[in-house]
């Protein structure tokens, strides 16, 4: 057994056998539905943060919600965009021109399913209830998207017995950056005893922090700012007292006017350049020869009903979300490296180049769960579930003049002959229309066996089915024209023991199944290709379905002052689903690898020491491996698969702790005052499996352009630094009044979230990096 193993178990000990004295915390969740009550009988794999806990924390979107949840990890890679991963279970990145690879951790918003992998919605938290998250794989009543867990924004319901409202404000101005804020309210209307309305209406703007470098040697500031808009409106009807449907309207937009992008390398900007003047971009800095532009609209309609029968609750949930994305990048240095591959004179790499991804999707999902409600030691919840995904991708790359210096060096009518019956101007073109239809059947059957041990067993038959197309044209395609399909079916099944050791403490056992579903990848850009990048990455086209096992032991105990939480538990892997950069393509691929595994422990513990103070301590510790090592036709560990090495984006250790004391005061008619200090540890990561290997952060252009050689070394490290954040909070409360002055990120940590390489390297080399130091005040009103 390793170090790290005897480590985890160690400290697994620990936590599953507290030797304090505790008493019992001051807030306890309510479970709502039979399903919710599924989630929560597993006391050592749900953490629920409440509303108040979102106004204590600041947190205004999933990733900052995230700092204070064991075992969760977020890569935010700007509003709109982020990846999640539970427990340590991760493909690696995904980027904008993978729509084929499927989530690993499912996105609720009630009843509603709205992840989608790299662009799972990026909401606003404002008036909800609570956000559960659900550890290890739920297929039993959550579905494929769940094969590491599932996340849970459960808003806030329309109240049918009071008039109710809130407002806030908020003024904020990022170091070296621009100014933001948002406005947000309320309004809970009750029309009678039968009918009540809540709407929810938000707008931010956020301030950007990212300069960038024109061609003409200014810069322009603040190129990442944006802004989010958007509400909801519930109406609830309860024609009988067992009757309530409940339609709702979600709607959302985002628009940012760049990417949180910091380059150290360009085609165009760096260090080696002869007859271009030289350029070293410093922090927070990136070149662009075109503006950047990054666009979410989503709509959400949901319908619930509620039906309470003599002795079974019935729930039918229907949704159909539809959202129009629009990721518009500066591709001048990627189309400008290809030009300098095909001859093209430098006039003719210096020409502008806008590569436009396009999402457009519609979602129709329906379920109907009968559960019972009769007193008893059993008890059951049963289901059938249909979802009609219809995503249609596409990417235009507009680069006005191209076609002409195309037909001027390769030969007339060069361009026009390799369009495939796309625009001029644009050397790449694709639409890749996906349809992916599910079917499944779920149910869960739980036994009081005695007054403190039940036993559950849950399983969930799914059958999926996927169609593709995929066409592409122009200079850098293959002129593609070809339909692919992927069909699966199967059964997940679940065994939960749960024993109460005392009125406070629960322990439980537990194993259940994940499944993720395969699919089959574009074909490579061969005219991007290397011979090398060409042989090695040829061969992948399809790959399979994604399972896995979970296996683990928890405890969760409320005292007297302490909520205690922990978990340890081990994952099998079978099948992983990895992406990695297909070399100098331009193109990404994924390939299963046979087995990998991760092993960990978890712990949340929130304890009042003292009637004013609050204390929280949660974290993670975790080995995520490859047990399997993949090679290429040549014997070659292919991208960094190899038994041993780390699975990617996934930290060894993280940790959130946080402080609050309140004291009463008397000035200006306050109720009271607090202050809350808050701490955030990420361990450092990788971003590809392939960022581990020796060597893999020395990149070699190999493009002659603008004096340089193409021979010249640019050396990064591609681990990513550990890295800490903290942030401070003061606030004063009235009755029905609030202000909160805070300071985020108070040491202004330049965090490394991941790293972005455009054509392997070749054209662009740069990190993701977070929000530097943030100062602002928050003013709240409730009537």
């Known amino acids: ?177 621009d100014v933001g804020g948002h406005f947000k309210g309320m309004l809970n209307i009750p029309m009678n005893d039968k009918a009540a309305l809540r709407i929810v209406g ?15 040697g200014n810069f322009k500031e603040d190129v990442n700012s944006g802004g989010r808009y958007g509400g909801r409106i519930t109406l609830a009807l309860q024609p009988t007292d067992t009757l309530t449907i409940t339609p709702r309207i979600v709607f959302q937009s985002i628009e940012t006017d760049g990417f949180n992008r910091e380059e150290v390398y360009n085609l165009f900007a760096n260090p080696f350049t002869t007859t271009r003047p030289p350029v070293r971009l410093g922090e927070r800095q990136q070149y662009l020869r075109l503006d950047e532009a990054f666009e979410d609209d989503t709509m959400i309609a949901d319908l619930v009903v509620n039906w309470s029968l003599d002795n079974v609750d019935v729930t039918y949930a229907g949704s159909y979300v539809d959202r129009e994305i629009l990721a518009s990048r500066d591709a001048s240095a990627l189309t400008g490296s290809v030009s300098v591959d095909l001859g093209f004179p430098e006039a003719a790499v210096l020409i502008p180049s806008n590569l436009r991804d396009t999402t457009d999707l519609q979602q129709t999902t329906h379920e109907l769960r009968l559960a019972s409600n009769a007193d008893g030691p059993f008890n059951w919840v049963v289901g059938g579930f249909f979802s009609d995904v219809e995503r249609e991708y596409a990417q235009r790359l507009p680069t006005p003049g191209y076609d002409a210096v195309t037909d001027a060096v390769l030969g007339a009518g060069t361009a026009a002959a390799v369009s495939n019956g796309y625009g001029p101007d644009s050397p790449y073109n694709s639409d890749l229309p996906y349809d992916i239809e599910q079917v499944a059947l779920f149910g869960e059957l739980s036994y009081d066996i005695t007054d403190r041990l039940n036993l559950t067993l849950g399983g969930r038959y799914y059958d999926f089915e996927e169609e593709r197309r995929f066409t592409t044209g122009g ?61 090695t990455f040829g061969a992948f086209q399809a790959y399979d379905d994604e399972t896995l096992w979970n296996y683990e032991l928890g405890l969760k105990s409320e005292f007297d002052k302490v909520r205690f939480n922990a978990a340890v538990f081990y994952t099998d892997i079978e099948d992983l689903q990895v992406t990695l950069d297909a070399g100098s393509c331009s193109s990404r691929i994924s390939f299963n690898v046979p087995e990998a595994h991760t092993l960990g422990v978890e712990w949340e513990l929130v304890a009042y020491p003292m009637e004013l103070l609050m204390l929280t301590f949660s974290g993670s510790l975790l080995e995520a491996e490859f047990d399997s090592t993949v090679t290429d ?120 979230l991941s790293f972005d390489r455009e054509r392997g390297g070749r054209a662009r080399l740069a990190y993701r990096n977070n929000q530097p130091r943030t100062i602002g005040v928050t003013v709240r009103k409730f009537f």
């Open 1 to 177: 057994m390793t170090h790290f193993r005897k480590t985890i178990l160690a400290a697994a000990v620990v936590a599953l056998v507290p030797s304090v004295s505790y008493a019992q915390l001051e807030e306890v969740l309510v479970t709502a539905t039979k399903r919710e009550a599924s989630a929560q009988d597993l006391p050592f794999s749900i953490n629920a943060q409440s509303e108040a806990d979102i106004r204590r924390t600041g947190a205004t979107n999933l990733e900052e919600l995230s700092r204070n949840v064991a075992g969760l990890a977020i890569q935010n890679l700007g509003p709109g965009q982020s990846q999640v991963s539970i427990r340590g279970v991760s493909a690696g990145q995904v980027v904008r021109d993978q729509p084929g690879v499927k989530e690993q951790v499912g996105v609720y918003l009630d009843e509603t399913v709205i992840s989608l992998s790299l662009f799972t919605p990026d909401l606003d938290l404002y008036d909800l209830n609570r956000v559960e998250t659900l550890r290890g794989p739920q297929g039993t009543l959550f579905g494929s998207g769940s094969v590491g867990g599932t996340i849970r924004f459960i808003t806030n319901q329309p109240d049918f017995e009071e008039f109710t409202g809130s407002v806030e404000a908020n003024l904020n101005t990022v170091e070296d950056g």
């Open 202 to 216: 938000y707008a931010t703007e956020y301030g950007g922090w990212i300069d960038a470098l024109r061609e003409d």
């Open 475 to 535: 200079l850098f395609s293959n002129g593609d024209d070809q339909v692919d399909s992927t069909s699966s079916d199967g059964f997940n099944p679940r065994l939960l023991v749960s024993y109460d050791v005392s009125d406070d403490m629960t322990i439980n056992a537990q194993a259940s199944q994940g499944f993720r579903l395969g699919g089959v990848n574009d074909p490579l850009n061969v005219p991007l290709c290397d011979a090398g990048d060409l042989e």
């Open 633 to 752: 036709s040549n014997g070659n560990v292919l991208g960094g698969v190899e038994d041993g090495n780390r699975l990617a984006s996934v930290p060894e250790f993280q940790m959130a702790a946080s402080a609050t004391y309140t004291f009463p005061v008397d000035a200006f008619g306050s109720n009271e005052m607090y202050v809350t200090a808050m701490v955030q540890h990420v361990g450092d990561r990788f971003t590809q499996p392939s960022d581990q290997v020796a060597g893999a952060g020395n990149f070699v252009s190999g493009l002659p352009f603008g004096g340089a050689t193409g021979a010249e070394v640019t050396a990064v490290d591609l681990e990513l630094d550990a890295y800490e954040q903290v942030n401070l909070r003061a606030g004063i409360v009235w009755d029905t009044f609030e202000t909160v002055f805070y300071v985020d990120n108070v040491t202004d940590e330049n965090a490394q």
